[in-house]
């Protein structure tokens, strides 16, 4: 089972929208994927669901980070992800074929959540990592206020109960892609890299440490480890 191709096609302007009306979470989310990557030898990346481009585009613009290639299925996404620059190749984390020990750093941005499959994908990205180089896993862990206010979004149907205007963003993330996401907790991601991956280390950081509904009020910087932010990256040394 694969991601669908369709996916996100029809929402591309509706992803960009809540980034851009949440645009601090946002920079949150920005600088927690420039911690990440600052630090580590990045010659050659390469971004797994890269969707519209939105964070590549950012990172270069804020950060002089260039990031040229990326892998998307949804085609409405790709196409406005090649308009901001990038060489995007119409595919899925676990079925697109990568070429071996290519890249220094190969990252999953909010994408493990719509991949079914966990193992197959992340087998199959590790793959195109240099020895040595780094694979960087980032989204919303199911244990953490954003995952909880998204599984009871997923459970109600809608943000439609008054319930909501007193614990989400003023602008919710997409209700269909809600509906569309699989959610995992931190550990069984964990679990998956170390049971089928080459693994040197793993290290953590955060974002998004206050809830919700406060978490546009202020640019937030990363800090180290999880379990309490709604925004995790996993970084593995290979």
């Not at 220094?104 to 180089?133: E, M, R």
């Not at 990256?233 to 290979?238: D, F, G, L, N, P």
């Amino acid at each position: 089972m694969t991601q669908s191709s369709a996916l996100f096609d029809g929402y591309a302007n509706a992803y960009d929208q809540w980034f851009i009306t949440n645009d601090k979470v946002f920079v949150s989310e920005l600088k927690l994927l420039h911690h990440c990557l600052k630090d580590i030898p990045h010659d050659k990346i390469l971004s797994i669901g890269c969707g519209s481009g939105l964070f590549e585009a950012a990172l270069q613009k804020e950060y002089g980070i260039t990031v040229e290639e990326g892998v998307e299925p949804s085609t409405d996404m790709a196409d406005i992800a090649k308009k901001r620059g990038l060489h995007v190749t119409i595919g899925d984390a676990q079925t697109t074929s990568l070429p071996k020990e290519t890249y220094d750093i190969v990252y999953l941005n909010g994408c493990s959540t719509y991949i079914p499959d966990l193992k197959t994908a992340y087998q199959n990205c590790f793959s195109s990592v240099k020895p040595g180089g780094h694979m960087i896993l980032l989204d919303v862990p199911t244990e953490s206020a954003y995952g909880i206010l998204y599984s009871f979004a997923h459970f109600a149907g809608s943000y439609d109960d008054p319930v909501f205007k007193r614990i989400a963003p003023s602008l919710p993330y997409p209700i269909e892609l809600v509906h569309s996401g699989i959610f995992y907790t931190t550990p069984e991601k964990e679990d998956i890299v170390r049971d089928y991956l080459p693994v040197q280390s793993i290290h953590y950081y955060q974002t998004l440490v206050n809830d919700p509904i406060y978490t546009n009020d202020t640019i937030e910087d990363p800090v180290e480890g999880y379990g309490k932010g709604g925004y995790v990256a996993m970084i593995i040394e290979k």
